[in-house]
């Protein structure tokens, strides 16, 4: 109990502000229903648009510059968004052959009375 308690004072109060943030907004889509995703692509959007070091450039009079790292930070969080609806595609792919190969399964034992399928079908 007392390396937890060492741990816990040696934590910034940044790092809790952010934790009070997280129970915030994670309690916020809860109840409005929303799906997990939605908060962590929410965390991902802003942490792509946070490594933007350029973007206190607008307030300088760097206008060219700022449009152009904006713009790689759209770029960027567009890359993510393929990304994660790729894998969620290729999981639904992989249900989807879980279930035909089961189905499979489950015909083949139907039609000839014993599981003789484990010789067929992986």
């Known amino acids: 109990m007392n390396d937890i ?3 816990m004072e040696s934590l910034s109060s940044d790092f809790f502000a952010v934790l009070r943030a997280d129970g915030l907004l994670r309690s916020t889509t809860s109840k409005l229903g929303a799906p997990q995703q939605l908060r962590l692509l929410a965390y991902a959007k802003h942490a792509v648009y ?3 070091k350029e973007s206190s450039l607008e307030n300088q009079g760097y206008k060219i510059r700022y449009v152009i ?5 759209n770029i960027s969080y567009l890359q993510l968004i ?4 790729m894998l969620d595609l290729l999981s639904r792919f992989e249900q989807l052959r879980r279930k035909l190969f089961k189905t499979i399964n489950l015909m083949f034992l139907l039609l000839f009375g014993e599981d ?7």
């Not at 393929?82 to 609806?85: G, N, R, T």
């Open 82 to 85: 393929i990304f994660l609806k």
């Open 116 to 122: 003789k399928t484990s010789n067929y079908l992986i």
């Open 50 to 52: 946070g490594l933007d």
């Open 5 to 7: 308690s060492q741990f």
């Open 69 to 73: 790292s904006r713009s790689r930070a």
